[in-house]
């Protein structure tokens, strides 16, 4: 195990815990995923940046590591409570699709989000769909104490598990006033474990249960599936906060009730916090969001944006702007050209080792994955010339096995992401700087000026002197 001692913040008792895995060296973490009825927009991509940080933090410490992250593809209502129709029924609505073509497309979106983020791929993505089976013998093995049924499907009684609402701590949060009311229901946080399609109405997705022809509640899955793949007592579960307050204490209700006793199911529970603009939290529901694909349009490297995510700690609340999204791709720029300038010197004796930036990245990560402490650690790293630049290289390995920035393969010219408004393409640059060399050559410097005016009306950056030559501007 490298290093110090990993301490991680616990949702549940709202402290720091020492970690201590249930049966080292395996750790079994659960993530919620997405619910795959649109494009995940970067509010929702930021508990990805999270949760592959503490991935790579696990492996680094030298556990061994079963990472589930969840696909929704049912069962999701359009309120996170029992009310609504369900997110992949409106969206097959609204567009007029198939509902399972729907599911897949924006699967495979997501899966392309997270390798274009540099997030690693966990050891399992299982579907809701292929586990509904399961969930309804889950669903009959609580009904008897635990449930009741109305019209509308069966219902999960929460007064019938001691502590409900620990980990919201719903009495002095705001969780409980985002429950609907849904007539019958005994309690106002009594939620679905199985509903019950209306009469009448034509669904893609459902099926045949104890309790008529229906679809799963949404809470119901994740306990089927960290249950199925990781065990009924497992280390960590993930997400976004907003999760903290409905879905993970339904979760945890529903696992108390198939063990019998006070096991919420994982040991550790973490969330990260919102990713916000000045007008509030990032949110799809209002139907205009930003996704990876309109940074990009933007001309902005995905990287960027975990950058971005790096720069703040995972329990912080991220601010959001075209500002700061800039300024956090000039440091990595900044960063990819001192590794550049790195690997274009010669080999050279070492006068000091780099073990001592290794400690404290070991140190910042161990700290609840401390990764805006990381960063400067790095820059100071790379920077320091009594280590030889063989060594940093080296060493700097250890920092993308960390924070995933991907810098030992980075190149500036990976870098130059064209935007989507560019009213020119790399030949056209290309043409126009070779007309620019020979004006010059020729000593027009008139001609030459104008040219360079032209590239920089649109959006190009003449970098005299420089290898590169040239770069997109990219303008917030």
Known sequence: MHGAPLVLYNSLTRGLETFAPLAAPKVGVYSCGPTVYNYAHVGNLRAYVFTDTLARALRWKGYDLTHIINITDVGHLTSDADAGDDKMEAAAKKSGQDIWAIAAHYTQAFKQNLKDLNIGDPSRFPLATDHIAEMIDFARSIEAKHCYQLDSGLYFDVSTVADYGRLARARDDEGESRIDPVAGKRHAQDFAIWRTSPPGENRQMEWDSPWGRGAPGWHLECSVMSKKYLGEKFDIHTGGIDHREI??????????????????????????????????????????????????????????????????????????????????????????????????????????????????????????????????????????????????????????????????????????????????????????????????????????????????????????????????????
């Open 247 to 476: 879905h993970h204490p339904n979760e945890i209700a529903q696992n108390q009730a198939h063990c019998g006793c006070a096991d919420t199911g994982a040991t550790l529970w973490m969330h990260n916090n919102f990713l916000v603009e000045r007008a509030g939290k990032m949110s799809k529901s209002s139907g205009e969001f930003l996704t990876l694909a309109a940074l990009v349009d933007r001309g902005f490297h995905p990287l960027a944006y975990r950058m971005l995510c790096l720069q703040a700690h995972y329990r912080s609340e991220l601010e959001f702007s075209w500002e700061n999204l800039a300024a956090a791709q000039v440091r990595l720029k900044r960063l990819v050209q001192a590794v550049e300038g790195l690997r274009a010197r010669p080999p050279a004796p070492s006068a000091q080792s780099a073990a001592m930036y290794r400690e404290q990245l070991d140190a910042a990560l161990s700290d609840d994955l401390n990764t805006p402490k990381a960063l400067p650690v790095l820059d100071a790293m790379l920077a320091e010339r009594k280590i030889a630049p063989q060594e940093r290289l080296l060493a700097l390995a250890d920092f993308d096995a960390l924070l995933g920035l991907d810098l030992s393969r980075l190149r500036r010219e990976d870098l130059r992401v064209r935007p989507a408004s560019a009213t020119i393409d790399e030949a056209g640059i290309a043409a126009r700087l070779a007309e620019r060399r020979e004006a010059r050559a020729a000593k027009d410097f008139a001609r030459s000026d104008a040219i360079r005016d032209e590239l920089i009306a649109a959006g190009i950056e003449v970098m005299d002197g420089d290898a590169l030559a040239w770069d997109w501007r990219v303008t917030v």
